[in-house]
């Protein structure tokens, strides 16, 4: 089944720091929230993977920027795991340079833990 690949675009609300795990696995998760309807606001995390980590090193709270991520679902004894993985991301604000150089997603088959 291919996964499922996804764009958004909203402010960067929330940077979070790099997490490394024993395994050696590098992520970070952000969460950008969109105002489709300003009256309800939705706030989405996304996970960076790998060198990924960095492509938003350059960008601040408040920034507006787009995404592109894939859905990914996994069971893991007994219970079952969404993550949203963003492979690409640029700010959008006027004059911004974009951020990040991959145009494919990541084939990993997520965290190492």
């Known amino acids: 089944m291919a996964e499922q690949k996804y764009d958004i675009t909203g402010e960067l609300h929330a940077v979070e720091a790099v997490q490394t795990f024993p ?18 606001p939705q706030f989405i995390k996304l996970e960076l993977h790998k060198d990924r980590v960095k492509a938003v090193d350059g960008m601040s ?12 679902g996994r069971e893991h004894n007994g219970k079952y795991y969404t993550s949203l993985i963003c492979w690409k991301i640029k700010a959008t604000a006027s004059g911004a340079v974009p951020v990040g150089d991959a145009d494919t997603p990541d084939d990993s088959d997520g965290p190492g833990f």
């Open 23 to 40: 395994s050696g696995f590098v992520k970070r998760e952000i969460v950008i929230k969109t105002a489709d309807n300003p009256q309800y």
């Open 61 to 72: 709270v408040g920034d507006t920027v787009e995404a592109a991520f894939d859905l990914q």
